[in-house]
């Protein structure tokens, strides 16, 4: 027969200020009180026999929820959950680990807490032995164990599972890089056989290898269900667009001009960028770049100077300078300074830059604005700080002899 | 029947391996102080009011008179109380597994009321030997005693249910229950005859499952008259009406075991 899973209008409720045993005595469907976590809102799924499906998403979008309710271990507040075949689940590692206990003991007592036999523990245990490989400790208290050895133990406990449907929540690396590997193997085989799996976990790698179905949950929705590449590609997407809208906000707070004693001003904060110098806030990476500064301050403060400062949107300080105002009044009293980079090296990015007047070390006026850096060729694998611009020539001969 | 299958039987045979176990685990003697704490209470209980004290039940010529009586009614009650305590415990402190296995959860408090058995079966037998000593072997109607035990364990069943359920929403059931188990024990004429209770309480006693369920083990062991039918029949309702509502409040309520706990 065939597996297979169906979901309709399933929610999760949990009452904020916890129980108080009313499940006891209501036979009524609860509805969601003001105030109310919905964990789960009416999701409806169906998973088909031969799906591999693997759930994404924030802390807190329900995807645990969701699963324990398909393990079983807790019921939905409303809607029904209908499964065709035998649910293996794996929510945590080592739950029956009797520390007092050895090793080989400790095998018993997760047998016995399955519900197995002895003689059913016994067929499996030498099995359970050799992939925990912990030689003769298997026969110490657990208490002696190092954690790595006890995660090995545990991994190895669940390692002989023959699952129809296996449900695993984020139980997938343990141990050390050796033992880790052969757990991932041991893992994917156990998924392959299985006829339905089902993975929570925050590793897209673990999800696009063993998964052919990933779902991705927000708030207790399904925002998306499709294949492991699309789905994985929007959420990572996503994650990163919520976290700059959120930096974003930060970094707007400190936009502006701020004069805080009198006689003090930044009166004009410029950027010029490109071949032809214009004044821009969307700067190309690698042109020839001019920042310019006008301030005023009162003549005759000798300890004063014009800090310029340059942070990321990621809150990475890139440049933090100093320079004495005194170097820099022009002929009208007023403050000029220009800052000169031949080539833009700053990576693509937001950046905020800080223009502050201080006199030794209180800040007396400020003026911030925001830029951003784009580059045609950007790389690609992450976020670079700086482009390094490089120039390439032929080695002359000196140079081949010194290295000689 | 009541929705467990052969598997589940045998789940709550290993839970109550693990229960007994796991009480003693780490100790030298380990489930040998499961025989020998309920024995050595039992032997105190023996000194003192058979050697010391001397207390004597009207009518009796030797102490070991009143100790017998006592330990016929004070032993099951020992192993009564003992069993609703791990019951009623049993669903908190199996949290660990609740929220990693699906299983059928009622078996917990199920199994853990069958603790109580080991301390009955300690008192039974240190009783037998005091019996023998004294010379009042019990007759025929010793063949009534494993009904009795098993309608104990029935009501001691039922009441877990209700109990284990309600502990993990209302965790303060646990602490407050020993004392209400103690004052059940001393408004239940266990410790003295029912004759030297107030008359109050003469008549409630037999609407009391505690008193009925005492007295009929006394009545096999020691009085030589089986049971009371009617006794019996009243617990046995009882229990099974506790039983049916607690099983079906509990499988209620199991759904919401894993965010309470």
């Known amino acids: 027969m065939d597996s297979r899973i169906t979901l309709h209008e399933v929610s999760k409720i949990f009452p904020v200020g916890g129980m108080s045993g009313q499940e006891l005595f209501s036979t009524a469907a609860q509805t969601a009180a003001t105030g109310d976590k919905i964990a789960v809102a009416r999701v409806s799924l169906t998973i088909q026999h031969g799906e591999r499906l693997g759930i994404i998403g924030r802390n807190g979008a329900g995807k645990s929820t969701l699963l324990h309710m398909i393990a079983g271990l807790s019921s939905p507040t409303s809607g029904s959950i209908e499964i065709n075949g035998k649910v293996t689940s794996v929510m945590t590692l080592g739950v029956g680990v009797r520390e007092d206990l050895s090793g080989r003991e400790n095998i018993y007592v997760d047998g016995e807490i399955q519900g197995r036999a002895r003689h059913e523990i016994e067929q499996v245990i030498d099995q359970i032995i050799d992939f925990a490989d912990l030689g003769e400790f298997i026969d110490y208290p657990v208490r002696t164990y190092s954690t790595g050895m006890k995660a090995r133990l545990a991994f190895a406990m669940i390692s002989h599972i023959d699952p129809e449907i296996l449900i695993i929540d984020e139980a997938l690396s343990v141990g050390d890089a050796n033992f880790s590997i052969k757990a991932t193997a041991r893992i994917m085989e156990i998924c392959a056989r299985g006829k339905i799996v089902i993975i929570v976990s925050h590793g897209m790698g673990s999800i696009k290898s063993i998964c052919n179905r990933c779902l991705w949950m927000e708030n207790g929705h399904v925002v998306m269900d499709g294949s492991p590449e699309a789905v994985t590609k929007a959420y990572i997407d996503s994650v990163r667009a919520a976290d700059e809208?959120?930096?974003?906000?930060?970094?707007?707070?400190?936009?502006?001009?701020?004069s805080m004693q009198d006689g003090w001003a930044v009166k004009q904060v410029a950027i010029f960028n490109g071949e032809s110098g214009e004044q821009r806030s969307l700067l190309e990476a690698g042109q020839p770049t001019r920042l310019e500064v006008r301030a005023v301050t009162p003549v005759g403060e000798t300890d004063s100077g014009v800090r310029v400062r340059i942070t990321r949107l990621d809150d990475l300080l890139v440049f933090d300078e100093c320079f004495p105002v005194e170097a820099f009044r022009l002929c009208d009293q007023s403050i000029g300074l220009e800052i000169e980079m031949a080539t833009l090296v700053l990576g693509s990015a937001i950046y905020r830059l800080d223009v502050s007047l201080e006199a030794g070390v209180t800040v007396c006026a400020e003026s911030s604005c925001i830029f951003e850096v784009f580059a045609h060729n950007p790389p690609t694998g992450g976020k670079p700080m700086l482009l390094y611009p490089v120039s390439a020539s032929a080695i002359s001969t000196d140079s081949l002899e010194k290295v000689r | 029947m009541f929705g467990l299958n052969k598997q589940d039987i045998r789940l709550a045979f290993n839970l109550f391996k693990m229960n007994v176990r796991d009480r003693f685990l780490g100790s030298s003697l380990g489930s040998f102080w499961a025989i020998a704490n309920p024995f050595f209470m039992l032997a105190l209980y023996t000194f003192v009011f058979g050697f010391v004290f001397k207390v004597r039940l009207p009518g009796a010529e030797t102490t070991l008179g009143y100790v017998i009586w006592l330990i016929s009614g004070y032993g099951p009650w020992i192993a009564m109380n003992e069993a609703i305590l791990a019951s009623t415990t049993s669903v908190v402190g199996a949290s660990g597994i609740i929220k990693n296995m699906a299983f059928k959860t009622e078996l917990l408090p199920i199994s853990a009321a069958f603790t109580g058995m080991i301390s009955l079966g300690v008192s039974l037998c240190f009783l037998l030997i005091l019996i023998t000593i004294e010379g009042n072997i019990p007759d025929w109607r010793i063949i009534w005693l494993p009904l009795i035990v098993a309608l104990q364990f029935f009501f001691i069943v039922s009441l877990g249910l209700w109990l284990s359920a309600i502990n993990v929403f209302v965790r303060d059931l646990s602490i407050a229950l020993p004392n209400i188990l103690t004052i059940i024990m001393f408004v239940t004429p266990i410790f003295y005859?029912?004759?030297?209770?107030?008359?109050?309480?003469?008549?409630?006693?037999?609407?009391?499952?505690?008193?009925?369920?005492?007295?009929?083990?006394?009545?096999?062991?020691?009085?030589?008259?089986?049971?009371s039918i009617v006794g019996m029949g009243y617990v046995f309702l009882l229990a099974l009406t506790i039983f049916f509502f607690g099983l079906a409040a509990f499988r209620r309520a199991k759904g919401f075991f894993d965010s309470a706990l």
């Open chain 1, 245 to 258: 809208a959120q930096l974003m906000e930060k970094f707007r707070k400190f936009i502006g001009v701020r």
């Open chain 2, 193 to 227: 005859p029912i004759t030297s209770m107030p008359p109050l309480v003469q008549k409630l006693s037999f609407a009391n499952p505690f008193y009925i369920i005492a007295d009929a083990y006394r009545g096999v062991l020691l009085d030589h008259k089986p049971p």
